[in-house]
């Protein structure tokens, strides 16, 4: 029997368990289209008490994120924890070092330690991969590396953020001032904790800086994009 491929999941938020559920919803059709079983292992998340809407029985749980990196029955280390410094940049670079693969949608880690990042995963001859982490269900990653690798790009635009194509849909359709949406973003929960992410340009500048290091082959640089940080940038 073919071995399964067995995930360790950092991150418990809506995109973790969005990713636990699809694994365990999707388990027949995805051992067909990869020729193994695809499994969780062992996950980690801040709280594990904390009521996500789905049963973690059967994951081993791990509190440290590095300890879940390094884990023996841990093929993939999937890292949805978020943040460029701290728990995420380390138990990643944890991952590589201990021979595993690492897929992330961690745009803000990538945007300034994707280099780096890409660099030790070469050497350790694993691999990094975040379609994800740039226009979450929209497979731009791959079509600009992989269906648009023989043209030559002359630039990336369009609306990189969810949160203010919300509010520039709603301001055009319904003619409701900006500050009437943002409240209405907040209430249907599609800001980031810290909203400036979102509308700062800060969440687009991430994604910018990543789309653009592969159109042109060069390193991801976040502090070059133009506008990032910027407040209120997503209504300008």
């Avoid at 973690?56 to 994120?65: F, K, R, V």
Wanted: hydrophobic share 45%; proline share 3%.
């Amino acid at each position: 029997m073919t071995k399964p491929l067995r995930l360790g999941i950092a991150g418990l938020g809506t995109v973790g368990v969005g990713v636990v559920k699809i694994v365990r919803r999707q388990a027949e059709m995805l051992e067909m289209r990869t020729g193994r079983p695809v499994v969780i292992t062992a996950v980690s998340a801040r709280d594990a008490n904390k009521d996500r809407g789905v049963s973690l029985t059967g994951y081993a749980w791990e509190s440290d994120p590095v300890a879940l990196a390094k884990r023996d029955d841990v093929d993939v280390f999937v890292e949805l924890m978020g943040g460029h410094e701290g728990p995420a940049k380390e138990a990643t670079e944890a991952a590589l070092a201990s021979g595993k693969d690492v897929v992330t949608a961690n745009k803000a880690l990538l945007a300034i330690h994707g280099q780096a990042l890409a660099e030790q995963a070469e050497a350790a001859g694993q691999v990094i991969r975040f379609e994800a982490a740039v226009a979450g269900g929209i497979p731009v990653v791959k079509a600009l590396t992989e269906g648009l690798a023989g043209n030559q790009i002359s630039r990336i635009m369009g609306v990189m953020n969810g949160t203010c194509n919300y509010i520039l849909t709603r301001m055009e359709a319904t003619g409701d001032g900006y500050n009437t949406l943002f409240e209405e973003c907040g209430r249907l929960g599609y800001l980031e904790a810290d909203p400036n992410l979102d509308v700062g340009g800060i969440d687009a500048g991430h994604k910018l800086a990543l789309l653009s290091s592969i159109a042109f082959g060069s390193k991801p640089a976040f502090d070059d994009v133009g506008a990032a940080g910027h407040p209120a940038y997503c209504h300008r």
